[in-house]
């Protein structure tokens, strides 16, 4: 089971988010180039966290409802996952930028969840 990582709040920039992210223990003691992360939510807040962590090496599998934030991501390095279960497949960390709980539930828990 992944780390599951929940960023909903747009006052939290995606810097700091990603400062807290490679500070956690399990990042802090995985290679960047053997860590394995699932990201689902690439929109306003998730598109830039999602960014920065591609452009600092992580293996990112990304998936969001809107192809053109997933195309976004996967030129710049993402394997585009088809569903929230197949970006958590094989993922050490599981992170969330979804607007709200109803969404984090329906990622975690639908038809197609993680």
């Known amino acids: ?19 807290e992210f490679v500070a956690h223990p399990l990042i802090e003691k995985t290679p960047m180039s053997k860590l394995q992360l699932g990201m689902v939510g690439l929109g306003r807040m998730g598109g830039p966290i999602a960014d920065h ?12 409802v809107s192809p053109d934030a997933l195309a976004a991501r996967v030129e710049r390095g ?4 088809t569903s929230p279960a197949d970006a ?3 993922a050490q960390v ?3 930028i979804v607007f ?4 984090a539930a329906a990622v975690l828990d639908g038809p197609d969840g993680a």
Do not use: N, Y
């Open 1 to 19: 089971m992944p780390v599951v990582l929940e960023w909903k709040k747009l006052s939290e920039t995606a810097e700091r988010k990603v400062a």
């Open 53 to 64: 962590v591609i452009d600092a090496g992580f293996t990112v599998a990304a998936f969001d």
């Open 78 to 81: 993402a394997r585009a996952a």
């Open 88 to 90: 958590a497949q094989g």
């Open 94 to 96: 599981l992170c969330l």
């Open 100 to 103: 709200d709980e109803t969404q």
